[in-house]
């Protein structure tokens, strides 16, 4: 089976949403959240390449890709594949400055 490995910076994401999301929808929508986002990963551990690569200059995430979350298409999961599966970077509102966080020009 494929693994999943979460970097320090998704779990805080995954935190920071999941609060968000029970202050605002409530507690369900924001569980409801939480077991998408697992889903999500194990289905990208399944399947690394589906998901739309980035094109990164720094050479540790040159491999970088993005996925929506499953049922809450506004977060977007990044994530590098692996061998064994994959290791989730960041989970961002897609709202988010997320092209400036990973050094992409949009001009």
């Known amino acids: 089976m494929a693994r999943v490995y979460q970097r320090a910076t998704a779990r805080r994401d995954l935190i920071q949403h999941f609060v968000h999301l029970a202050e ?8 409801r959240f939480l077991t998408s986002a697992r889903s999500t990963f194990e289905d990208l551990a399944e399947q690394p ?9 720094n050479p540790a995430l040159e491999h970088m890709r993005k996925w929506r979350v499953s049922g809450f298409e506004n977060y977007l999961v990044f994530y590098l594949p692996r061998p064994d599966g ?10 988010s400055d997320w092209w400036g966080l990973f050094g992409i020009e949009t001009d």
């Open 24 to 31: 605002t929808a409530g507690e369900e929508t924001a569980d």
């Open 49 to 57: 390449r589906i998901g739309a690569p980035l094109h990164l200059s």
């Open 86 to 95: 994959v290791s989730v970077i960041r989970v961002l509102h897609a709202a």
